[in-house]
């Protein structure tokens, strides 16, 4: 049985004993093309009665729901990156002073994950559902939909599916959608609020929480848009339910963003403990031998080939490696490319990213970058690897946001994996491979922008 | 009651003023911007890096004081 689900896949799932936990499961009824409308979400999924039968609003201590307490049973985490799990977060807005705001974060700025805006395009109904039961959780009476303004056709998908939610019971009674700076660090949650407040798109130092004081100074919610699509399923199902998929302490599934040379990369579904080639294997399998696997994105770590036989997906399974799945980005390098140049175009792309607020990050990403071109290109100084590490010492826990770290985390975890190309390139220069087409997915001229965390709300 | 030093690193602009002044404690990084660590303030410097937290031109350097262990 495989354990994933493909997003492309056009033939059915084979069928299953009723043993077996089911997936998809947020890919459930995933049209070919365009966006499910909410009559045939609501036949796929049911309504929104679920929690109905035991009305949120009538909450005994402040705070409390049955749908946060299902979620806290659930072990539902975040997943937009840190993991922080999802009831603490509901029970902190439910618990604050007046009423609230709810924010879905689909602002993804990071190239190297689609799950979010595949989502909102593709099954905007079931975030708004999520949405939408965690607002009436928390006592938001206002829900934002924050979403990349590069991702045009989830900005519209998400826009026609509010259109079609209006006068439907429970709906929020203020709901729209936000485009938001295409850029690293836009949907990262100080950022996020002040972008919503009018402000640029860039992390604040010391903010106050948001769910004491977010949007407009009112408790806020922000969750990434996967997590409400699993709150819409948790809300219908139960906790019960969400733990038969996953591990004891990683429950559930996941959506995870696959690249490299396999026949289909893309978004697939799949419970956490799930082995690496099971994944691949449901993307079409690999299309050349595999070099190393980047888990988690641009602040992630690498894991080099020798270790991808038997991986299991699981942040449990991972840890050993110095790895977790962040966002669910698994972006896979294969034989024919370099892994110097890959790293070197990365990094220079992450400087790029930083909103040059902190010194460090300005100008210690800037010569990390610079350090690994000069070793890409074979004109480095003897001691380039040495500068690496202390231009990483240099940046990390430095800047206001978590940018440096992540970044500088990246690098290190390249050259480590990574070691004997890097030397190799520091002796002899270009190899054969740097002239090959780049592996690793970046957005197409999108560092270009002179500033592109700079304030642009839709009308 | 012990106090710990903080940069702000939005505000700074390295000036270098709180090298200056409180040189047991900060040093410059290659860019002119102030490293420091997270230990404790030693009480007879504490006056020494009050003094560094008002001189810096953009209020970036911080002494905060905190309750517990310390």
Known sequence: ?459 | MSHRLRVNPIACEAHGMCAELLPERITLDEWGYPMIDGEPLAPSLLDHARRAAQACPTFALLVERERGRG
């Open chain 1, 1 to 459: 049985m495989s354990s994933s689900t493909s997003l492309m896949t056009e033939t059915p799932a084979p069928p299953r004993s009723h043993a077996a936990p089911a997936l998809p499961r947020l890919l459930t009824g995933i049209p070919a093309h365009g966006a499910m409308a909410l009559d045939e979400h609501l036949a796929v999924h049911g309504t929104l009665r679920a929690i109905g039968d035991r009305p949120a609003r009538r909450r005994g201590r402040r705070g409390e729901s049955p749908l946060i307490e299902r979620i806290e049973r659930s072990g539902l985490r975040g997943r937009g990156g840190a993991g922080f799990p999802t009831a603490t977060k509901l029970r902190a807005v439910a618990g604050s002073r007046g009423r609230a705001v709810a924010v879905i974060n689909a602002a993804e700025g990071e190239p190297a994950s689609l799950k979010d805006r595949t989502l909102t395009q593709m099954l905007p109904h079931l975030v708004l559902d999520g949405g939408q039961f965690a607002a009436e959780a928390v006592g938001a009476d206002e829900l934002i939909v924050c979403v990349c303004e590069s991702a045009s056709a989830s900005i519209e998908s998400v826009a026609t599916a509010i259109d079609e939610r209006r006068g439907l019971a429970g709906a929020p009674a203020r709901m729209n959608v936000t485009a938001v700076p295409n850029h690293y660090v836009a949907g990262q949650e100080s950022a996020l609020v002040s972008h919503l407040n009018g402000g640029p798109a860039t992390p604040s130092f010391t903010p106050p929480m948001p769910f004491e004081q977010g949007v407009r100074r009112r408790p806020t919610l922000i969750s990434n848009a996967e997590t409400f699509a699993h709150i819409a399923l948790i809300a219908r199902h139960g906790s019960r339910w969400f733990r038969e998929l996953g591990t004891p302490s990683q429950p559930g599934s996941a959506l995870l963003t696959l690249s490299g040379p396999v026949a289909h990369p893309g978004v697939y579904e799949i419970e956490y403990g799930a082995s690496l080639s099971s994944l691949i294997d449901a993307a079409g399998g690999t299309t050349a031998p595999l070099r190393a696997a980047l888990l988690g994105g641009y602040a992630g770590t690498w894991i080099g080939g020798e270790y991808l036989r038997g991986l299991a997906l699981s942040d449990e399974h991972l840890t050993p490696h110095g790895a977790s799945l962040g966002a669910g980005v698994v972006a896979l390098l294969g034989e024919d490319a370099c892994p110097v140049a890959e790293v070197a175009r990365v990094a220079r792309w992450l400087a790029g990213q930083s909103t040059r607020q902190c010194g460090p990050c300005v100008n210690g990403l800037d010569a990390l970058a610079s350090t690994l071109e000069e070793i890409a290109a074979g004109v480095a100084q003897a001691n380039a690897t040495q500068r690496i590490v202390r231009l990483g010492s240099l940046v990390r826990r430095r800047g206001a946001c978590g940018h440096p770290d992540g970044a500088v985390n990246f690098i290190a975890s390249a050259l480590e994996t990574f070691a004997a190309d890097f030397s190799d390139h520091a002796r002899h220069g270009r190899c054969d491979a740097c002239m090959g087409p780049a592996e690793l997915p970046l957005p197409v001229s999108a560092s270009n922008a002179r500033e592109p965390w700079g304030s642009t709300p839709l009308p």
